[in-house]
C-alpha cells in the first residue's frame, strides 16, 4: 500500500524559506512522475511542481525561480524548496504520484505552510 507523509511546513515571514519532504513507503518514487501540490482555503488544489522519473521538472507560473522540486532516490524521498515565500504561497502542501493524482488516491495528511506578511 502506498503512504506518502510530508513534512517540513510550518509558519514563516515573507521572503523567508522552507524544505517539504515527502516520504514514500509501498511505491519507488523514482519511477514514480512526482508532484507537489498545494489547496489553500477555498480554492481548489493545484499542481505546483512536477518531477520526471527521468528527472525532468517543471513549475506552475507563480513559483518558477522561487521553487526548487529534487528527488533523492536512495531515501525514497522528494523535496521542494520553498525560497522568496509569499503570503499567496500559504496553504497545505501534498505530495502525490502522477497516477495517484489521476486516481485521487495516496494522499497524505499534508503540511501546513503559513507565510505570514
Known amino acids: 500500500q502506498v503512504q506518502l507523509v510530508e513534512s517540513g511546513g510550518g509558519l514563516v515571514q515573507a521572503g523567508g524559506s522552507l524544505r517539504l519532504s515527502c516520504a514514500a513507503s509501498g511505491t519507488i518514487l523514482s519511477i514514480n512522475t512526482m508532484g507537489w501540490y498545494r489547496q489553500a482555503p477555498g480554492k481548489q488544489r493545484e499542481l505546483v511542481a512536477s518531477?520526471?522519473?527521468?528527472?525532468?521538472?517543471d513549475y506552475v507560473g507563480s513559483v518558477k525561480g522561487r521553487f526548487t522540486i529534487s528527488r533523492d532516490n536512495a531515501k525514497n524521498t522528494v523535496y521542494l524548496q520553498m525560497n522568496s515565500l509569499k503570503p499567496e504561497d500559504t496553504a497545505v502542501y501534498y505530495c502525490?504520484?502522477?497516477?495517484?493524482?489521476?486516481?485521487?488516491?495516496?494522499w497524505g495528511q499534508g503540511t501546513q505552510v503559513t507565510v505570514s506578511s
Open positions: 518531477i520526471t522519473s527521468t528527472g525532468g521538472v
Open positions: 502525490n504520484t502522477d497516477r495517484g493524482y489521476h486516481l485521487n488516491r495516496y
